[in-house]
């Protein structure tokens, strides 16, 4: 059985960090600046990938390979499903109008866009990112903020940054099971760990995104709804991924945080 050497490359774990990095970034580079199709940038990473793993890891090609392709299932099924429902929910709810209604719901409980802002980037799509992920609560949540007189560009620099407290846990913890599964450790403990690291960012997100939707005045005046609700939502985040279980860490979270924020 391959065991893997954290320090393949030069017995330094910087240059064998650089060389491990190489498929992540090869990726970015053609989607970002090449601007390939990006099941096209997909592949050459895999490519890339392999080949990092042959001869940077000294993995052999039949585990290397194999390894290719048990990612690649993982990718279709639970990732792809669950991008692939989410999807089909959304445009559901845009074909039945119900996404008007709700979207005017959530116009209802504030019109101050900072109050807006917090609902529904923070707190609707924390839950979002909870039960779907993989991009689906950012574009979402964008369209909702622009529907509601949001610049699209604000909106999305909106919906980005508050997604970066809840992503740890997104998908039914895609992200912290993959994790465990790849290092072998315990799954209670690698959440335990990253529960105890992402309530840190929660506390000051809404705080930035008050500040990003109206600068200085914004803080001076809606600073303590965003502190409740950040102070909520790390509380629970932290709770849950510690005591309960990490699928239900951002559910819990985005319901509960938004709760204190309307209160």
């Known amino acids: 059985m391959f065991v893997q050497q954290l320090q393949p490359i030069a017995d330094s774990l910087a240059l064998s960090a650089l060389v491990a990095a190489l498929p992540l970034i090869t990726v970015l580079v053609l989607l970002g600046a090449v601007r390939m199709r990006a099941h096209h940038a997909g592949l050459i990473g895999l490519a890339v990938a392999l ?3 042959w001869f940077g890891s000294g993995m ?6 194999s390894s290719a392709v048990q990612g690649a299932v993982f990718g279709l099924f639970p990732i792809m499903w669950i991008v ?3 999807l089909w929910v959304y445009r559901m709810t845009v074909r039945t109008q119900h996404f008007d209604v709700l979207r005017r719901s959530f116009s209802r409980l504030s019109d101050d866009p900072r ?12 839950l979002l990112e909870a039960l779907a992920g993989f991009g689906a609560p950012v574009a979402i949540s964008a369209v909702m903020l622009v529907a509601l007189g949001f610049d699209p560009v604000k909106a999305a620099v909106v919906a980005l940054v508050a997604n970066t407290a809840p992503v740890a846990f997104g998908a039914m913890g895609t992200p912290v099971v993959t994790l465990a599964q790849v290092t072998g450790l315990p799954l209670d403990s690698v959440a335990s760990v990253v529960g105890r690291q992402t309530p840190l960012l929660a506390l000051i997100v809404p705080l930035l995104l008050v500040a ?3 600068g200085r005045r914004g803080l ?3 600073w303590l709804p965003a502190l409740a609700c950040g102070v909520a939502f790390a509380a629970t985040q932290f709770a849950a ?6 699928q239900l860490a951002d559910i819990g979270a985005a319901l509960i945080g938004a709760a204190a924020l309307v209160a």
């Open 60 to 65: 052999p090609v039949p585990q290397a390979l």
């Open 84 to 86: 692939v429902n989410a």
């Open 115 to 126: 109050i807006q802002a917090l609902v529904i980037a923070f707190c609707f799509g924390a």
């Open 212 to 214: 990003l939707v109206d």
């Open 51 to 53: 080949l990092t793993a």
């Open 220 to 222: 001076r005046e809606t």
């Open 241 to 246: 991924a510690n005591y309960v279980s990490a």
